[in-house]
T-cell receptor
């Protein structure tokens, strides 16, 4: 099993450009998450999904949109990138159940917005 | 909502020494506290967790303690090795919760 994979690994955008980050998991997990990681601020939740066709806002959702059209995929979109969105983005997934179910993280996507 | 603070932000120890990382949380309803380790260029990985019905849990060289009254929990690594060098994150949630609130992270450096 590949676990959680993220595409692309690294991207440079100009302010105002758009892009989509792809997360895929092959563990048949119900829940999927998008986080951003900034120095000294840990991991902050952007959006999450508790199942195919459902999404919900996390702590820092502004400027991002998500879609979960297939159970194994969770897409994160930036419609008009801003320098403040320069960060490392992590996707995670877990089985259905409470917080004690382990979240499995992907390797991350490093995004630089100029 | 929940707020988790983590200290120190960086920690440097000599190989073989012990390392302690501390976290405090704000929501008294939180009852599940995992710790994640992030190696360079990789995503975080769960290393140990503790639930509010226990005060301490050990797994080889790693232990976690919880003080629910004071709302703080700590990660203890004994006999540190160079491969323990990484960024460590604490987190908090409720059992029924679907979301984890993470601390700011601690960069641990173990010097040979």
């Amino acid at each position: 099993n590949a676990g959680v994979t993220q595409t692309p690994k690294f991207r440079v955008l100009k302010t105002g450009q758009s892009m989509t980050l792809l997360c895929a998991q092959d563990m048949n997990h119900e829940y999927m998450y998008w986080y951003r990681q900034d120095p000294g601020m840990g991991l902050r939740l952007i959006h999450y999904s508790v199942g195919e066709g459902t999404t919900a806002k996390g702590e820092v959702p502004d400027g991002y949109n998500v879609s979960r059209l297939k159970k194994q995929n969770f897409l994160l979109g930036l419609e008009s990138a801003a320098p403040s969105q320069t960060s490392v983005y992590f996707c995670a997934s877990k089985r259905i159940g409470g917080a004690q179910e382990t979240q499995y993280f992907g390797p991350g996507t490093r995004l630089l917005v100029l | 909502g929940e707020n988790v603070e983590q200290h120190p932000s960086t920690l440097s120890v000599q190989e073989g020494d012990s390392a302690v990382i501390k976290c405090t949380y704000s929501d008294s309803a939180s009852n599940y506290f995992p710790w994640y380790k992030q190696e360079l260029g990789k995503g975080p990985q769960l290393i140990i967790d503790i639930r509010s019905n226990v005060g301490e849990k050990k797994d080889q060289r790693i232990a976690v303690t919880l003080n629910k009254t004071a709302k703080h929990f700590s990660l203890h690594i004994t006999e540190t090795q160079p491969e323990d060098s990484a960024v460590y994150f604490c987190a908090a949630s409720t059992y029924a919760g679907n979301m984890l609130t993470f601390g700011g992270g601690t960069r641990l450096m173990v010097k040979p």
